[in-house]
């Protein structure tokens, strides 16, 4: 469990650390993934009413168009760009193409927070009725998606003289939790990528700052769909996600947790209980969403 000094949950946000003019007096920029909806739509708009321009992807040209005219209106003096991309069914030359859109321009911060269930027949369901396209499509969106753009941004970042942030969105999922298994799969797999790369930049002694930010349970619109789920303390809505993730980055941190609810909901679960009952407890708690299974 990724747990930090609580004081940490009181200092201030060092996002400001990524932000500064270029020699042409242009402000940075922010690429964000999944951006036209829930926390990247969230991220986005915190970014550009801190100073950021910001670059959105998403899957749907039309959805991102009307997402970057609100952000004109809501910010006149910030710019965006939009490129679209289906991260669940995407090729190489799409990576490149997302790469050309900011080839550029001062980006100075990834956000892979592109990711989910969406290619699944249902948010939750039995691993065995999990389809072979399904497999692939959730491995595409959560892993392959965020690793192969990471691998081409991260030369661009390490290039600059001036601290630079790659911050992942990883989930809680990635401990295991019954009825999300092959999406458990994935996060976990991001989870491990995200610390080696970590290590990897503090060992060259590199000023990209690499982040994975664990997101528990959040009302985003994939879970609004579903009548067993409600917000709550312990599942805040994407704005207040988004929030805690901006709060959390600039402190050298490699993981966290960026909101205290779901630190304390892990603390409850996977520390103070064993590990079959905290199991059973996640499992009742999702067993009402679950997909019926198969005849």
């Not at 922010?30 to 829930?38: C, I, N, R």
């Not at 100075?108 to 290619?119: D, E, M």
């Not at 941004?153 to 601290?163: E, M």
Request: hydrophobic content about 40%; some cysteine.
């Amino acid at each position: 469990m990724p747990l930090l000094p609580l004081i940490h949950y009181l200092y201030p946000s060092g996002l400001f650390k990524y932000l500064r003019q270029d020699s042409h007096g242009e402000s940075s920029w922010a690429l964000v993934t999944g951006a036209s909806d829930g926390i990247g739509w969230e991220l986005s708009k915190q970014l550009a009413s801190r100073g950021f321009n910001v670059v959105l992807h998403g899957r749907n040209e039309s959805k991102l168009a009307r997402c970057r005219e609100e952000l004109e209106a809501s910010f006149p003096t910030r710019r965006f760009r939009t490129v679209a991309v289906d991260a669940s069914s995407f090729t190489d030359a799409d990576i490149e193409r997302i790469v050309a859109a900011v080839s550029h321009i001062p980006l100075t911060i990834l956000i892979n927070n592109v990711g989910g269930t969406a290619p699944l027949s249902s948010n939750f369901k039995h691993f065995e009725d999990y389809t072979s396209a399904e497999i692939d499509a959730v491995f595409n969106l959560n892993v392959k998606f965020p690793l192969k753009l990471t691998r081409r941004i991260l030369p661009v970042f390490q290039a600059q003289s001036h601290p630079t942030l790659v911050l992942t969105c990883g989930s809680q999922s990635q401990i295991g939790q019954a009825y999300v298994a092959g999406y458990s799969a994935t996060k976990g797999a991001l989870h491990t990528w995200n610390r080696a790369l970590a290590a990897e930049q503090y060992e060259a002694k590199s000023q990209v700052e690499i982040l994975e930010a664990i997101v528990g349970g959040t009302y985003t619109q994939q879970l609004q769909k579903d009548p067993n789920m409600k917000a709550g303390y312990f599942m805040p809505t994407a704005e207040v996600m988004a929030r805690a993730v901006l709060a959390r980055v600039g402190h050298g941190h490699r993981f966290v947790v960026p909101y205290f609810g779901h630190l304390v909901q892990e603390f409850l679960l996977y520390t103070l209980l064993p590990v079959g009952v905290a199991d059973s407890i996640v499992a009742g708690i999702l067993k009402p969403s679950v997909e019926k299974k198969r005849t």
